[in-house]
Structures are given as structure tokens and as C-alpha cells.
């Protein structure tokens, strides 16, 4: 048989409201409604969430694991970025 | 090159070595993504196949409150299935490729699948012996070094926690009932304890893979270590429900503080290994069943996801 | 998993009319199990794992909902029976399920055809019964009714995907259409014991609802790109306990373990 398969989606979940969606997993499914109710029927059997996205994994773009270092690590030596780089007098309060 | 490869493969044994996971676009060795793609795949094809065994019941369940349990345990089973295949399929398996392999009888899954559920007791020993076995296998996993087949198990183990309970909550009312209910329950264990003995898998001196699956934490304790202690933890809660282990073998070792058991039956473990066990064929049989009956319903899904794609692009136009 | 009503007091009426009310409780709660039971035959056997998890998911919806109508029922009658003993210790006479309910799973196509034609009716009914004088009915009807929407748009969907799919499925659904379709007039057909409890208020008026569900259908049918079938002789006799040949067989396996082991606790 070749028939063909059922595309891939990517399932991302938003927990609760206030939180970011989360992806999960993924599943098959012939088009997006249906992709969006089988990702229910999956993975929210549990109460496990309040919206769903998904995407056709094709779709997705990611980065490739070989530019790491370029990547990320010139993010390393830049600690001026977070606030405890700074020293501020205890008096001020606030900041 | 080839020194290239070498380092890759020594960054990569540090990278385990540490803890790191493996992530699916990272570089790692065929042999490690083939051995995965087997064991998550073998794995998946279990909670398929899984299903049947207890679907068989799910009709004739006793209570409106056990049809429910029972039927919600089952689908848990299928999704269950399905996060596995999802995760090897970042390997770059297809889920079809896969199901065409268990379907050619090439894939294998737990043979403990290939004996019949023959009363209502069976549905308890499940849930309680069965699932007891496949937990101790799995938890580890949940740390195991690939990360999305490590994720689908934290996800499967924590879903999977019931399982026991129910089982054994089955059990424990079958013990405390009628007569009748504890020869049922006491028939059932007589009848699974040994199969779910050798669901651990070969004597480690018979299990040649397993050292470099341990080195690359995708199996983190060994077969015999697992099946002793789940004849540790099994013994006291047998004795508990007032059944009878059928192993006349068996007998606490004061000094390995653990119990000594009777070897398991080899020769039936490779006959159901080999197809020959007393459902092999009808489990298969009924997922290739399914899966034929169910291609006009997968064609017309995608003929119409497409016929819709049409639509739009012509509206749009 | 069921609406909790336990603090909702009993609806002050006759003796009579709680009688009446008791035998429709009893029919919505025999309707939904076996349906239930129906589509829970299905697994392992889906034709992807996907839908597997959705019929599932149906079933116990409906397994639930069935629960909850038996223990209400229970407390109407007031006899100390539990819901075990009214789904497994009554004959096939005794179930008030409508046909469409009891008929056999069949292909896919009748699966889902039967499952499209009984979600109209009950998703429907349900959006009544929430603002009906029963507060009992009211509560397990506003929870269920969240799962009959999903229903509804579940089936519905299967059958515009069946309906303009491929040859082969639009024939499997016509066939459907050709064996099921007879049985949906029973559904909005009421019984002496509907009669009675909508004049008092208690049963929404079916033809209101009819009209709704032939407004979906029409929807559905015309994107399914099907004919809806005009003039079909409307089987009925389930709701007053004459049943098809199926349900006899449908009960000796979902009563067997009550039957041959009787009074344990399982």
C-alpha cells in the first residue's frame, strides 16, 4: 500500500490562563480542526489545558544544534544585562 | 574524517556521561538512533497491542463504575501509544513505517500481550502484576538520555500511577468477597505471574545489547535486577490479599534481603517471543484488521483535507 | 465525574408524575449507556490511534452522563435500588432506549452516521432540559451538554469528510444513511410518558427541536454535498421497550458478570 500518511502537527498547550503555550508532542492528523481536536483528545485528557495551538511540523523552522556556540554563547559575557550587575546603596529602595 | 567521527562520538559519550540530554537535531551515533527508534517503537507497538487485552473486557465489565475506570485506563493506553510513537518519530521514523513492521510481524512488542483475558480477575492482575512490571521499567526511563523519548515518559509515568491502584483495588475486593472471587483472582495470578516474570526480558548473560544500552542510558538497570525487585515488592502485597505466589521456589533470602525464585520457563518465553504464544496471531491479526478496515477512512480524510485546499485556493483567486 | 446534585431536594410533584418522571430518567440514562457501550466496542479497533482516544473520550462522556441519570432515577424511585442494579438486573423490556441506539457498530460510516443523528437530537435536547423545572435534570444536562457540543461538531465534521471524501466513503455513508435513517423519527417521536411530562412542563416540545436538528442536518448534508433523504418510513418501539433483535445480545454481555455472579461486589 502507499497510500499516503496523515501529516505531522506539532501540539503546543497553554496550561493555564497567564502562561505561555507549552509544546507537548505531536500527532496526525488529515487537517488543522482535526488536528486541534485530536490534541485535545490526547493530551488534555487530564484537565491539562485551557488552549491548544498547533502547526504542521513541516512548518517548523529550528536552529541548527552545530551554531550553539555562535548562537548563544556571546550572550555568556554579556552580564550587564541583568540587574545584578549594578550596585545600588541599600537606602534606595524601589529598584 | 574519520577522526572526526571518533571525536563525535566521544563528545557524545561525554555529553551522556554528564547527564546532558540528547536533543533530536544533535549529532548521534546510527547505532544509537536505531536502537532507539527499536526500543521506542517496540514500546509504543506494546501500548497498541495492549489494548486488546483488556478491550476485551471493557463490555462485559461488572459495574458501570469498572466499565469507566476500565475503559479510561485503555484509552490512556492508546495515548500513551501515541506519545511514544510522536517521540520516535523525531528520529525520523514514520509512524506508518513503523506500524509496517508490526503489522509484517518484523517489529516485536511485550509478549506478555499474547495471553488471553480469560475472567474478569484478569483485568486486576492487569493492572496490579502487569502495569507493577511495566512501571519498574519505565520510571527509569524517565531520566533516560534522549530527551523526547525521557519527556513521553514522565508524561506516560505519570498517568500510568492509576493503573496499578485500580488493579489492585480490583483484586483486594475480589479477595475480600466470595468464594468464587478469590478462586477467580487466585486462578488469575496462576495463570500471569510467570508470563509478567518474563517480561523483563532474558537472563542478563542471555541479553547481549544490554551493556551498551546501559552506557548510553536508554536502559538504566538490568533485566535480572528488575525482576528481582519486582518479585521483592510483588511477594508482600500477594501475601497481603491472601494469594498464593505459584512459584514453590520461592523463599526470602535473609542474607541478599530479597527473595530467592524459581527460574522461569525459558523455552515458553522464546515461543511467544518467536510468534508462537497462545494470541500471538490473533493480536496481530486484530491491528492489521484495523488498520485495513481503516484505510478508505484515512484516504477520505486527506482526499477531503485536500478537496478543501482547493476550495480555498480557487476562492482566493 | 458526574453532575453533583446530591443538595438539589426532589421535585415536588405527584407520586403519578414522579412515576412518569422516573420512566424518562431512566430512558435518557438507558439511551446513553448503550451508545455508550456501542462505541466503546470500537477500541483498539479505530482506524487511527487518534480517533481511538476520540471515540473513547465519547464513550465515557456518555458512560458518565449515564451515571448520573441512573442515580438520579434511583432517587426518584426510592426502592434503595443502586445504578447497577437498574443498567444490569433488567430484562431487554425494561431498557427504554430508542432503535438508533442499539443498532450494531457496522463500518465507520455507520458509526459515525449513527452517532451525527443521535448527537443532533441530544445535543438539542440538552440545551432544553438545562433550563427546564427539574433542577436535577438541569444539572446533569448543563454538564453534559459542554460534551454533546463536542460531539455534535465531531461527528458532524466526520460526516462532511465522509459525505466529499472519496467514492468509496461516500458510498459507506449512503449505505449508512440507507440503514439509520429510519430510526431517526423515534427520537422526536414522544412516548405517553413524554406526552405527559411535556404538558406538565417537564419534557421540552420536540417539534421545536426537530426543526433545529433538520436546520443542522440540512447544514451538514449540503457541505457533506448529500442529498437529505425525503419520505423514509420512520421505525419506532424502543422507547416503549419493543426492541430490534440487537439488544438482546448487547445485554447478555454487558449484564453477564450480575448475572452469573449474583449479588457480589465487584
Known amino acids: 500500500m502507499t497510500q499516503k500518511e496523515w501529516p505531522l502537527w506539532e501540539v503546543f498547550i497553554r496550561s493555564k490562563q497567564g502562561l505561555d503555550h507549552k509544546h507537548v508532542g505531536s500527532l496526525h492528523a488529515a487537517d488543522a480542526e482535526m488536528a486541534i481536536q485530536n490534541a485535545?483528545?490526547?493530551y488534555t485528557r487530564r484537565l491539562e489545558g485551557v488552549s491548544i495551538w498547533v502547526v504542521e511540523s513541516?512548518?517548523?523552522?529550528?536552529?541548527?544544534?552545530?551554531?550553539?556556540?555562535?548562537?548563544?554563547?556571546?550572550?555568556?559575557?554579556?552580564i550587564y544585562r541583568h540587574p545584578t550587575f549594578y550596585t545600588v546603596p541599600d537606602s534606595i529602595k524601589h529598584m | 574524517?574519520?577522526?572526526?567521527?571518533?571525536?563525535?562520538?566521544?563528545?557524545?559519550?561525554?555529553?551522556?556521561?554528564?547527564?546532558?540530554?540528547?536533543?533530536?537535531?544533535?549529532?548521534?551515533?546510527?547505532?544509537y538512533r536505531k536502537t532507539l527508534i527499536r526500543q521506542i517503537s517496540q514500546h509504543a507497538h506494546s501500548e497498541l497491542v495492549g489494548m486488546l487485552p483488556e478491550g476485551n473486557w471493557i463490555t462485559r465489565a461488572p459495574s458501570l463504575k469498572r466499565k469507566a475506570i476500565l475503559l479510561a485506563k485503555v484509552q490512556d493506553e492508546a495515548g500513551h501509544g501515541l506519545y511514544l510513537y510522536s517521540a520516535a518519530e523525531t528520529l525520523g521514523a514514520t509512524r506508518d513505517q513503523m506500524l509496517a513492521d508490526l503489522h509484517s510481524g518484523k517489529a516485536k512488542y511485550s509478549s506478555i500481550f499474547n495471553y488471553p483475558t480469560l475472567s474478569w480477575a484478569d483485568m486486576g492482575t492487569i493492572g496490579w502484576l502487569v502495569d507493577g512490571a511495566a512501571i519498574l521499567n519505565q520510571v527509569p526511563l524517565c531520566r533516560t538520555s534522549y530527551g523526547p523519548y525521557a519527556r513521553a515518559m514522565v508524561r506516560v509515568c505519570k498517568e500510568e500511577s492509576f493503573h496499578q491502584r485500580q488493579g489492585f483495588e480490583i483484586m483486594q475486593t475480589l479477595c475480600e468477597g466470595a468464594p468464587e472471587q478469590k478462586q477467580m483472582a487466585q486462578?488469575?495470578?496462576?495463570?500471569?505471574?510467570?508470563?509478567?516474570?518474563?517480561?523483563?526480558?532474558?537472563?542478563?548473560?542471555?541479553?547481549?545489547?544490554?551493556?551498551?544500552?546501559?552506557?548510553?542510558?536508554?536502559?538504566?538497570?538490568?533485566?535480572?535486577?528488575?525482576?528481582?525487585?519486582?518479585?521483592?515488592?510483588?511477594?508482600?502485597?500477594?501475601?497481603?490479599?491472601?494469594?498464593?505466589?505459584p512459584d514453590p521456589e520461592l523463599k526470602w533470602n535473609e542474607a541478599k534481603q530479597g527473595y530467592d525464585f524459581g527460574d522461569v520457563n525459558w523455552q515458553e518465553f522464546w515461543d511467544v517471543v518467536k510468534g508462537n504464544g497462545p494470541c500471538n496471531h490473533e493480536r496481530l491479526q486484530a491491528r492489521v484488521d484495523a488498520w485495513e478496515d481503516g484505510a478508505w477512512v484515512r484516504e477520505a480524510a486527506l482526499a477531503h483535507a485536500e478537496k478543501r485546499k482547493q476550495r480555498a485556493g480557487t476562492a482566493a483567486a | 465525574m458526574y453532575a453533583s446534585t446530591d443538595s438539589i431536594s426532589l421535585p415536588d410533584v405527584t407520586p403519578e408524575l414522579r412515576q412518569q418522571l422516573f420512566s424518562y430518567v431512566l430512558q435518557l440514562a438507558d439511551t446513553s449507556l448503550i451508545l455508550a457501550h456501542r462505541i466503546s466496542e470500537w477500541c483498539g479497533h479505530g482506524p487511527v490511534l487518534e480517533q481511538d482516544l476520540a471515540m473513547a473520550n465519547i464513550s465515557l462522556d456518555l458512560l458518565g452522563e449515564a451515571r448520573s441519570y441512573y442515580q438520579y432515577a434511583a432517587?426518584?424511585?426510592?426502592?434503595?435500588?443502586?445504578?447497577?442494579?437498574?443498567?444490569?438486573?433488567?430484562?431487554?423490556?425494561?431498557?427504554?432506549n430508542p432503535l438508533l441506539v442499539e443498532q450494531p457498530n457496522g463500518d465507520f460510516a455507520h458509526t459515525i452516521l449513527r452517532q451525527f443523528l443521535y448527537d443532533c437530537f441530544h445535543y438539542h435536547l440538552l440545551v432544553q432540559l438545562q433550563a427546564g423545572p427539574d433542577r436535577h435534570l438541569a444539572a446533569i444536562a448543563e454538564k453534559s451538554v459542554k460534551e454533546a457540543a463536542y460531539h455534535i461538531k465531531w461527528s458532524s465534521e466526520w460526516v462532511i469528510r465522509l459525505g466529499d471524501?472519496?467514492?468509496?466513503?461516500?458510498?459507506?455513508?449512503?449505505?449508512?444513511?440507507?440503514?439509520?435513517?429510519?430510526?431517526?423519527?423515534?427520537?422526536?417521536?414522544?412516548?405517553?410518558?413524554?406526552?405527559?411530562?411535556?404538558?406538565?412542563?417537564?419534557?421540552p416540545d420536540y417539534a421545536a427541536i426537530q426543526q433545529q436538528i433538520d436546520a443542522h442536518v440540512a447544514r451538514v448534508f449540503e457541505e457533506a454535498t448529500l442529498p437529505v433523504p425525503q419520505g423514509v418510513f420512520m421505525q419506532k418501539g424502543g422507547k416503549?421497550?419493543?426492541?430490534?433483535?440487537?439488544?438482546?445480545?448487547?445485554?447478555?454481555?454487558?449484564?453477564y458478570m450480575q448475572r452469573a455472579y449474583p449479588g457480589m461486589k465487584w
Not at chain 3, 432517587?75 to 427504554?96: F, I, K, N, S
Not at chain 3, 458510498?171 to 412516548?191: C, Q
Open chain 2, 187 to 245: 486462578d488469575a495470578l496462576n495463570r500471569w505471574w510467570w508470563p509478567t516474570l518474563m517480561m523483563f526480558g532474558p537472563k542478563d548473560a542471555d541479553s547481549p545489547n544490554t551493556e551498551q544500552s546501559m552506557k548510553w542510558r536508554i536502559k538504566r538497570f538490568t533485566n535480572d535486577e528488575l525482576r528481582q525487585k519486582f518479585v521483592d515488592m510483588m511477594v508482600p502485597q500477594a501475601e497481603f490479599l491472601g494469594l498464593t505466589v
Open chain 3, 240 to 255: 416503549d421497550g419493543r426492541h430490534s433483535e440487537h439488544l438482546g445480545y448487547l445485554l447478555a454481555e454487558l449484564q
Open chain 3, 165 to 203: 471524501g472519496t467514492d468509496e466513503s461516500r458510498r459507506r455513508l449512503e449505505k449508512a444513511i440507507g440503514s439509520l435513517w429510519r430510526y431517526r423519527g423515534e427520537l422526536t417521536t414522544p412516548t405517553t410518558t413524554e406526552q405527559t411530562l411535556q404538558a406538565a412542563g417537564f419534557v
Open chain 1, 58 to 78: 513541516k512548518h517548523v523552522h529550528a536552529s541548527n544544534p552545530d551554531d550553539a556556540a555562535a548562537f548563544y554563547e556571546p550572550a555568556n559575557d554579556k
Open chain 3, 75 to 96: 432517587e426518584l424511585e426510592g426502592q434503595g435500588r443502586t445504578e447497577d442494579d437498574l443498567a444490569y438486573l433488567r430484562p431487554a423490556v425494561e431498557y427504554r
Open chain 2, 1 to 31: 574524517m574519520e577522526t572526526l567521527e571518533v571525536n563525535l562520538e566521544e563528545q557524545f559519550q561525554t555529553r551522556i556521561d554528564a547527564d546532558v540530554r540528547i536533543e533530536p537535531k544533535d549529532w548521534m551515533p546510527d547505532a
Open chain 1, 40 to 42: 485535545r483528545d490526547v
